[in-house]
């Protein structure tokens, strides 16, 4: 069985940056696309951005683009998401997990971790 690790979560003011990892505990390989996603409290689990491992091509939802960047080391198996300008709308579980194919629903991904708790005060 997979197991990853989201870390780098905090709590922050509006306005501050933070880097989340995401490591699996099997091999990345250029066929999959890796995501982020986010889910706040009495909310389903929405799409953030992903990044397709082979071409580094990436995806952004519209509330993050221009703010959130995602980028991966292949050498360390690991993704990460810089998250600039931070609001308390971006206060959520963040959680990675994997796809064979680019989707932005979160039944299509696995090899979810346990989550990083982001926590932005205004």
């Known amino acids: 069985q997979v197991e990853t690790v989201e870390s780098g979560g905090g709590l922050v003011q509006a306005g501050d940056s933070l880097t989340l990892s995401c490591t699996p505990s099997?091999?990345?390989?250029?066929?999959?696309?890796m995501g982020w996603f986010r889910q706040a409290p009495g909310k389903g689990r929405e799409f953030v951005a992903a990044?397709?491992?082979?071409?580094?091509?990436?995806y952004y939802s519209d509330s993050v683009k221009g703010r959130f960047t995602v980028s991966k080391d292949g050498a360390k198996n690991t993704m990460y998401l810089q998250m600039d300008s931070l609001n308390a709308e971006d206060t959520a579980t963040y959680y990675c997990?994997?796809?064979?194919?680019?989707?932005?629903?979160?039944?299509?991904?696995?090899?979810w971790g346990q989550g990083t708790q982001v926590t932005v005060s205004s």
């Open positions: 997990g994997r796809t064979n194919s680019y989707s932005r629903q979160p039944e299509d991904y696995r090899d």
């Open positions: 099997s091999r990345i390989f250029s066929s999959h696309i």
């Open positions: 990044i397709r491992w082979g071409a580094r091509t990436t």
